[in-house]
């Protein structure tokens, strides 16, 4: 799920890098304070808080290293690795598994080239605030709520794995159709990346629950929606935000961007053949009409002289790289 | 299994620090020229594929400054080619006009965009692979502490690449131990796998609760301390550096040198 750099444009990857950066900044407050449920006990909280940040840390260094051992799916014959979003927002509360999950994805980014680093926002999204800040507090703490039992809380991980990555597979169409890079329609692309997700889903909610069991077996007390009584879910907002945003640039994207010629097409019939003076302006509109301003062959490519001349000169260069190290 | 851990751990230990090199330049100013360089590589429109090869200059040119070899970077560079070619491919499909011939050969727009997608994947991977190179994993984190990245996240970033290896060894061990149960036994269903991943978890925070005790002993507060060393301050020569390379990749985004150069080619 990981997206790279080459599928995202400008406006897509700094609007997503936003509002990334404004959750990475309201998680670091967050982390730390009590819950309101939990300030009656003073002692509890302010150890939790001083344990925190070593054992995110611990933490994300067990996703790491759990992704590394890979499990085997059944009937397939393939193998499958974990995201851990649940499984850290199970352990560390949705704020501190967010900014776990979004350490890793730093991480995989700059060690693994494993995602880009102006897609890190998109990632951020996509995979860390979806499934700790809107799946977790929304699928996963209603189903366990007051419940002892294994099968409900086997049931809650795996379906708060696939709405995740189901959700996250969502934000990636909508995101790489918004940057208009793919000549793939939105449907199409969605009806590919959907089914896979699900399944992908199904082995990551399999894999988290029988972990959560074993935690369950051994430290129960680990879990922070395990030994609260009465647990007043407050709706992370910002969380919403973001997913209204999203979806809401999606339709608003679906409009203006992916099909232009079918709106310029409807509205000309609704306007019966008048000229327009401005068709609806997106972002990708007025950076096509700099780029016709600006270029010199309004078309693209006219010859095929710049590809060889600039290959020529990256030959040149690089040689002449190679002989400035050696001297 | 066991081959592939400890081939990672050897891969990223390997750029914990910098390569030696002889970067003059602040961490910052090349953190930030970094950032503009994808910006404005990223913001050539994908039928422009050689206005988009120019940018292919600037990880040459970086690697040659600091005196550390490109070629090893462009290899690394290649493991993104499948990625971009699954996405890209659908751009030779849905896109048949014809952008120009070479002899009788018509190349489509389609695969214009293609080339653009796959050469925009390996310039953003070299870039980022340079930027680590030269400046080492930690020493990267804490500029980015200095360049207003929360504290929090930095000291989080910092640690979670530390204890990667504590838990990998522990993990190397869990492995062993089944695989000489289990002669060797492959699969790995994902009860088992869960069992597993579970015991590694309650060992792990064991020992995450006994450091925490031992770092609160040693007065830690929540963040890292500064390093013994004073950070290097900003010159006039970073402000130059990033000014110039600013100017320069801006500039060749916005002037389109290759095309008015093959013009003036077509008219002489």
């Known amino acids: 799920m990981h997206m790279s750099d080459t599928l995202i444009s400008p406006p897509v990857f700094i609007a997503t890098s936003v509002i990334a950066a404004g959750l990475i900044f309201v998680a670091t407050r967050r982390i730390g304070q009590p819950r309101a449920d939990q300030l009656l006990d003073e002692s509890t909280s302010a150890e939790r808080r001083r344990r925190l940040v070593p054992l995110m840390g611990v933490m994300g260094a067990l996703i790491f290293a759990a992704q590394m051992l890979n499990f085997t799916i059944p009937a397939t014959g393939s193998s499958g690795h974990i995201v851990g979003g649940v499984l850290l927002a199970a352990v560390l509360g949705p704020w501190a598994g967010f900014l776990t999950l979004t350490s890793i994805l730093v991480v995989q980014c700059l060690l693994f080239a494993d995602g880009g680093l102006m897609t890190l926002g998109c990632n951020v999204l996509n995979m860390a605030a979806l499934s700790c800040l809107v799946a977790y507090p929304l699928v996963f703490r209603p189903l366990v709520r007051n419940s002892n039992s294994t099968a409900r809380w086997a049931t809650a991980s795996i379906a708060t794995s696939i709405v995740a990555l189901a959700m996250g597979a969502l934000a990636v169409t909508i995101e790489t159709e918004l940057s208009g890079i793919t000549a793939l329609p939105y449907g199409r692309f969605l009806a590919f990346m959907l089914p896979i997700h699900l399944l992908i889903g199904l082995g990551e909610g399999l894999a988290t629950a029988a972990v959560i069991a074993t935690l369950r077996r051994y430290r129960p007390e680990l879990l922070i929606d395990s030994t609260q009584s009465s647990s007043r879910s407050r709706t992370p907002f910002l969380a919403i935000t973001a997913v209204v945003a999203l979806l809401v640039a999606s339709v608003a994207g679906a409009i203006a961007s992916s099909r232009p010629d079918g709106l310029e097409w409807s509205i000309e019939r609704t306007t019966q053949g008048t000229e327009i003076a401005e068709s609806p302006s997106t972002l990708h509109q007025s950076a096509d009409q700099i780029q016709t301003t600006t270029a010199l062959m309004p078309d693209y490519e006219a010859s095929m002289a710049g590809l060889v001349g600039v290959g020529a000169t990256l030959v040149v260069i690089y040689g002449a790289s190679l002989l400035i190290r050696r001297r | ?268």
Do not use: K
Request: glycine share 4%; with cysteine.
């Open chain 2, 1 to 268: 299994m066991s081959d592939g851990l400890q081939r990672l751990l050897v891969r990223l230990s390997a750029l914990e620090r910098a390569t030696p090199n002889h970067s003059t330049i602040d961490p910052r100013a090349r953190i930030v020229v970094t950032l503009v360089y994808l910006i404005v590589m990223l913001s050539v429109p994908i039928t422009r594929l050689s206005e988009l090869l120019l940018y292919a200059l600037f990880p040459i040119i970086c690697a040659a400054d600091v005196g550390i070899r490109y070629r090893p970077i462009l290899q690394q560079s290649l493991v993104i080619v499948p990625f971009a070619a699954l996405i890209g491919v659908f751009n030779i499909f849905y896109h048949r006009e014809a952008a120009f011939a070479i002899g009788g050969v018509i190349i489509t727009r389609g695969w214009l965009e293609f080339g653009s997608i796959i050469v925009r994947a390996l310039l953003s991977v070299q870039a980022l692979l340079l930027l680590v190179r030269i400046e080492g994993y930690n020493p990267l984190c804490r500029n980015l502490q200095r360049l207003g990245v929360p504290a929090m996240l930095a000291t989080q970033l910092i640690m979670l690449y530390r204890y990667i290896f504590v838990l990998a060894e522990q993990l190397l061990s869990l492995t062993r131990a089944r695989a000489s149960r289990s002669f060797n036994r492959r699969a790995m269903p994902v009860s088992e796998w869960g069992s597993i991943v579970g015991q590694l978890t309650v060992r792990t925070i064991e020992r995450a609760e006994r450091i925490s005790l031992a770092m609160a002993a040693r007065g830690f507060e929540g963040r890292m301390p500064a390093p013994t060393t004073p950070p290097r301050r900003w010159l006039w020569r970073d402000t130059i550096y990033v000014a110039m390379w600013s100017i320069a990749l801006i500039a060749s985004r916005v002037l389109y040198p290759v095309e008015r150069l093959v013009q003036l080619f077509e008219t002489l």
